[in-house]
Structure formats: structure tokens, C-alpha cells
């Protein structure tokens, strides 16, 4: 315990001294000279996160929640700062992009920083629950069979085919283009069912022990009818360029497995991460949004490229720095609010919640915000500063959000520090499901589920985005049940 306690000390002390470094900052322009000291608090909150999992949670495996979560927060927040660190150059208009005031990074990246350190400290907070006990009623068996989730699956497909049928730019590989009203609900409540079908049979392996089970053993367990719609899924957002469902299903699905088997080593962690880049790259640089050149053209003209479009000379991390341009989301927000627009105080949360009632959000919009763009959400914002305030000219393409900057629109540095922190924790609570470690409970299950599938990408991303979609899951999952079984499952 002494040992943990040390950790935690050291976590608070760097988190006191990036407290320090944001307040200097926000005062006066740095020019980045807290650059270095800031990227050394990141590694060593890092190594003591990674010496606290050695002594105190040696349940928890590299493809976990938090793990593949913090490679994605460092990617986005911290990549830009590393390679300015070690003088490879941004080029210049990428520079102007990228920045609002060059002047003033050091404040967004002190910002960043207490982000994840308060994230690590909630994640080295508290014990996880006990695993649990043989009295407790089992319900995963409930779901052994595939006939459980039929009804959840059959809905899946016809959401899928009327979504199909109402978007023919998606069917001809088109990326980006503007849908109807209809064709986003229905791709709305696929997700919903399809996520619930797949979430119910992982839930099946919940209190399997799967030392002996192999992988094709696993995913046959899913059936044909499944396993067709997941492959449908991948090979239409692969087509189209759309890296996301990919990355997601993936982490869903073979994450959970190797969670479970606990026998991915570092080594072998880090070539998948590596690897898995550069298969996506070419598939986002493959993206078209007319029909002039076929799929295979596109991938081939793709891999054809010399050379590196984002500095002045060639990195091996390329495949990167696509996911770190998030970070401009953050270099605009924070250098503009409050001292130009005010805080948002709640207001982006507070929709992302009534998201999970269909069409109550937009009605939120348009009568209590009067439908200002402004505030339709932290990536709306951040678009209308770059494009309307930055560049003077009309929105005409979203450049999205961060996990930081959407926090920070709403309740300032406070908000970042202290919703980072009950992320971390309730992540220390329940994220042992991954491994078997703790209690499962339907609802924290599709939680961390759903997250993990989410959780390379979620640092660019509003943290509470997608809690709609969670609850809707739930709520699909417990009506199935009720009526297979006349009860509530828990």
C-alpha cells in the first residue's frame, strides 16, 4: 500500500505543477518553453500508471479500456508537441491549420495534461468490486443460444437494408456526403440494435473462462446470421473509406476475447497498434466523394504516394498525425473561451443525454437555443470558430471535437480536472468486466463494452456523446429479455 500511495502522491504533485503551468500560460505567451517540462509530466504519469498495474492490477492486459484509451488521448494531444520537440517542422500552412495562436500552445497542452493526469488519478482511485459469487443468478447462459438474439438481429438487418436503400451515395462507396433526415435515423437505430445483438453475445462468454476456447470457436459461437450482418458492416464501411465501424466491431469483438485470454504481450500489442495505422490510412486516404475512380484505383493511387503531405520531410508516423489534427479543436477553444465567448455551462451534456430520446435533442435545439449553430454541440462550435471566425468564410465541412475542448466549453479547466477524474474512477470500477475480475452487471457491462469499442477514437470525441446510445442499448436489451423470459435482467 505504501507503494501506491507514493503513485499517488507523484500523480497529484504533477498535476499541481500542470495546474501551475496552465494558469502561467493563460496569463501571458510562452512560446512554448513549457512544452518539454509538460511532455515529461505525461511520461512520468504514464510509467507511474504502468508501475501501478505491476503492483496493484495485474488483472488488467494491454488490450484493455484504459490502456488502448490513453494511446489514443497521447496520439491526439501530444504527437504535435513531441515531433515540435524534436524539430521536425510542421509545414507552414498545415502550421496555420493546426494553431490558433502559435504564441500560446502551451495552453492548450497544460490543458491536456491535467486531462489525463486527473484521468490516471481516478483510475488508481478505488478497488473493483469483488467477482461475482456462484449465488448470484447467471444470466450470460440465457444467451448461449442465438435464438436469444434473433428478434434484436432481425431488426438489425432491416434498419441496415432501409438505411441501404435510402442512401445510394453509401452503396456506390461515396464518403462524407450529406444524408437525409431519414437515412440518419435509420443508420441511428441500427447501431442501436446491431451493437445490442453483439453486446448480448460477448455478454454470453461474461462468466466463461476462456483459457482453452480458441478464436474460431468464439466467433462461430455469434452464427451465420450475425456474423453475415458484422461482415456486411465492415466491408461496406471499408468500401467507403469510414474507419470507425472497423476499428469499433473490432475492439468489441477481438478485444474482448484477448482481454479475456490476457496473453497479448507488449511487444505484440505495439506491431497490432502499428500495423493497424497503416491498414487504416490507406483506407481514410481512400475516401472519395464522387464516382470517378473505383475502390481498387483509389487504394492503389493511395499506396502510390511518396513522401509526407504533413511536414517538410518524411515521418514514419504518418498514419498518426490523420487522428492528431483533432488537437486544433482544443488550440482554437481554449485560447477563445471565455475571453471572447462565455462558457457553456452544461448545456453541450445536457443534449448529449436527451440524445437518447429520438428527436428530443433537436427539439431541445430549436426552441430552448434557438437553433444558433453555436451551440449544436462542441464540434458545431469549434467549426463555427475556425471556419466563421478563423478563415471568414461559411461552415462547410465539420472539423469535430475533443474529449478536452468539449469539457472545457462547458465548465472551464474545473470541469476538465473533475469529469477526466470520475471517468478514470468509474473505469477503475467496472472495466475488470474486460477480464473477468470483478462482478458483471448488465448495465456497467454494456458501458464498458460500448466504450471500449469507442476508445481509440474517444479523445476526439465528447466523453458523453454516445451515453445515449448506451441507454438505448440497455433499454433494447431489457425489453428482449422481458419478453423471452418475463424478467428484468441485471
Excluded at 505504501?2 to 502561467?24: E, Q
Excluded at 482481454?259 to 504481450?265: D, E, P
Excluded at 487504394?299 to 504533413?310: A, C, F, H, M, R
Aim: proline content about 2%.
Amino acid at each position: 500500500m505504501k507503494k501506491v500511495s507514493v503513485i499517488k502522491i507523484g500523480l497529484y504533485f504533477l498535476l499541481s505543477a500542470s495546474l501551475i503551468a496552465y494558469f502561467v500560460s493563460k496569463i501571458e505567451p510562452t512560446h512554448g518553453a513549457l512544452s518539454g517540462m509538460l511532455l515529461s509530466f505525461v511520461f512520468l504519469s504514464i510509467v507511474l500508471f504502468y508501475v501501478w498495474i505491476k503492483i496493484y492490477n495485474k488483472n488488467m492486459t494491454f488490450m484493455s479500456l484504459t490502456p488502448i484509451f490513453i494511446i489514443g488521448y497521447v496520439n491526439v494531444f501530444f504527437l504535435f508537441s513531441i515531433l515540435r520537440l524534436i524539430n521536425t517542422d510542421v509545414l507552414g500552412a498545415f502550421e496555420s491549420f493546426l494553431y490558433y495562436d502559435i504564441t500560446r500552445i502551451d495552453t492548450p497542452l497544460s490543458l491536456s495534461t491535467i486531462g489525463l493526469i486527473s484521468f490516471l488519478i481516478g483510475v488508481t482511485k478505488v478497488k473493483r468490486p469483488a467477482k461475482q459469487s456462484l449465488a448470484q443468478k447467471d444470466f450470460s447462459k440465457n444467451y448461449k443460444s442465438n435464438k436469444s438474439i434473433f428478434f434484436i438481429v432481425t431488426i438489425a438487418y432491416i434498419t441496415f437494408g432501409a438505411f441501404l436503400v435510402s442512401t445510394p451515395s453509401y452503396i456506390s462507396g461515396l464518403y462524407g456526403i450529406e444524408t437525409s433526415a431519414l437515412s440518419r435515423y435509420l443508420f441511428t437505430f441500427f447501431n442501436w440494435f446491431f451493437y445490442s445483438a453483439v453486446i448480448l453475445k460477448i455478454f454470453s462468454y461474461s462468466q466463461v473462462e476462456m483459457k482453452n476456447l480458441n478464436f474460431f470457436q468464439y466467433i462461430s459461437s455469434f452464427g451465420y446470421l450475425l456474423l453475415t450482418l458484422i461482415m456486411m458492416y465492415m466491408l461496406m464501411s471499408v468500401y467507403t473509406g469510414d474507419r470507425g465501424p472497423l476499428i469499433s466491431v473490432t475492439l468489441a469483438i477481438v478485444g474482448f476475447f484477448y482481454a479475456r485470454k490476457k496473453n497479448i504481450s507488449l511487444k505484440t500489442f505495439l506491431i497490432i497498434i502499428i500495423l493497424g495505422a497503416f491498414v487504416l490510412t490507406i483506407i481514410a486516404e481512400s475516401r472519395t466523394r464522387t464516382l470517378a475512380d473505383g475502390y481498387v484505383d483509389r487504394v492503389i493511387n493511395t499506396t502510390e504516394q511518396t513522401g509526407s503531405i504533413y511536414f517538410e520531410t518524411p515521418t514514419l508516423i504518418d498514419s498518426f498525425i490523420n487522428l492528431a489534427t483533432s488537437e486544433r479543436s482544443l488550440n482554437h477553444v481554449v485560447l477563445q473561451v471565455p475571453e471572447v465567448y462565455d462558457y457553456q455551462y452544461g448545456v453541450n451534456q445536457f443534449q448529449y443525454l436527451l440524445s437518447a430520446i429520438p428527436g428530443l435533442g433537436g427539439l431541445f435545439f430549436n426552441v430552448a437555443l434557438d437553433g444558433d449553430i453555436k451551440r449544436q454541440g462542441s464540434a458545431m462550435f469549434t467549426s463555427y470558430l475556425i471556419q466563421v471566425e478563423f478563415l471568414d468564410r461559411d461552415i462547410d465541412y465539420g472539423d469535430g471535437t475533443t474529449i478536452i475542448s468539449d469539457l472545457y466549453l462547458d465548465f472551464g479547466w474545473i470541469g476538465v480536472m473533475l469529469f477526466m477524474f470520475a471517468f478514470g474512477r468509474l473505469l477503475s470500477r467496472y472495466e475488470g468486466v474486460l477480464t473477468g475480475s470483478t462482478e458483471i452487471k448488465i448495465l456497467p457491462f454494456i458501458f464498458i463494452i460500448f466504450y471500449f469499442s469507442q476508445s481509440l477514437y474517444l479523445a476526439r470525441s465528447a466523453l458523453l456523446l454516445e451515453i445515449g446510445t448506451v441507454i438505448m442499448i440497455y433499454v433494447i436489451i431489457q425489453i428482449n429479455h422481458v419478453f423471452l423470459f418475463r424478467e428484468t435482467i441485471k
